[in-house]
């Protein structure tokens, strides 16, 4: 969050910012802060490939942890850029779907875009093992 607000800055004062760049700051209140993106840019499928892995190992992550049983698991990720089609989406559900099955301690898994455009929802109860 802290990021966002940092480039938000710099584009309210330079009227352009990388949405992409990496921040860099430096200094403090007492010297002043000096904020800092990199210019990048990257293909609709680059970005689209880089978010879809950090959704993987996010449900990744808490397969390796023990839940009880019937636990739901929201998942929330930036969508503004990645999710741009019916071929996006349909990308997001296969990736999610290969991962059902490693599921087994949750009962509902939701993935939702912080834009409320993407909200896919999976019904465990209802997939075979």
Known sequence: MRAVLEKLHIF???ENVSVLGAVKKTGSKKTGIHVE???EASSHNTIL???LQRIEEAIRK???K???PNTALLVVFDDYV?????ADLKGLRNR???LLSSLQNF???AVIGWSKRTFEEFDLALVES
Do not use: A, D, G, N
């Open 66 to 68: 023990l839940y009880p």
């Open 82 to 86: 990645s999710i741009q089609s019916e």
């Open 96 to 98: 999610v779907r290969s």
């Open 62 to 64: 808490k397969t390796k």
């Open 49 to 51: 490939e880089h978010e």
């Open 107 to 109: 009962r509902w898994v």
């Open 12 to 14: 309210i004062t330079r």
């Open 37 to 39: 993106v990199e210019k």
